[in-house]
């Protein structure tokens, strides 16, 4: 098979998981760490949620997987391209790995909450918040993963420039939703939203790149 297509693979893959992931935590209920909230609400909300956590935490190993390989695929092609794509590739994939290692925590921190919820309420409040920081700061991450890797197709004349339009709108808004990230412990803010667009930008991003990477 080839390197572009399993790259490409890697990419929608990672977004439909991605999909289907949060599809069963609206189901669940469940608040996101986006919330904010009280710890007795928090509290109330997760105790018995054992059984919701695992139904969608389940996949989500194999979505850090597909987003490896889609970027490790994609600094396998640009590799040897120019030292500026290179560089930028690299920063990528950073963003990449620093992402599947910070939301592996916030996934973590949700079964810790639950825990916490059924045994001792005292320790919900701060495991929330840790949740709630972590899941904000973690936007800057996958910034870096969308502007590293937009910048890299750009240089090396892989994807279009209307792509990378849409890659550096997507970084800039991540960016400054991980920004704001301390303005949403106690309560929603308008940032989150924020946070959502690019989020939403990026998953479009990955969709356009690896239908670029197919036909190429």
Known sequence: MMLTTIAAAGGL???LVAIAVNVLQGQSGLPLPTAGGDPARVSATFEGAGPAL??????A??????LTVFAAGLVALLWGTTPTAQAWALVGLGGV??????FAIVE?????????AARDHGTVGGLWTLSIVLFGFNQVFLAAA??????????ADLAPAWHAVIG???????FLGASATPYRISRPHVSGLIGLV??????????????VLLGS
Do not use: E, H, K, M
């Open 13 to 15: 893959g990672f977004v």
């Open 97 to 102: 790995l620093l992402q599947n290692a910070t």
């Open 146 to 155: 969308v502007l590293g890797l937009t910048f890299a197709g750009l240089l």
């Open 54 to 59: 695992r139904r969608s935490a389940v996949l």
């Open 108 to 116: 973590a921190l949700r079964f810790a909450v639950a825990d916490g």
């Open 61 to 66: 190993p194999l979505s850090w997987l597909c």
């Open 198 to 211: 690019g989020w939403l930008g990026w998953i479009t991003w990955i969709v356009i790149y690896s239908v």
């Open 168 to 174: 550096f709108l997507s970084a800039s808004l991540l």
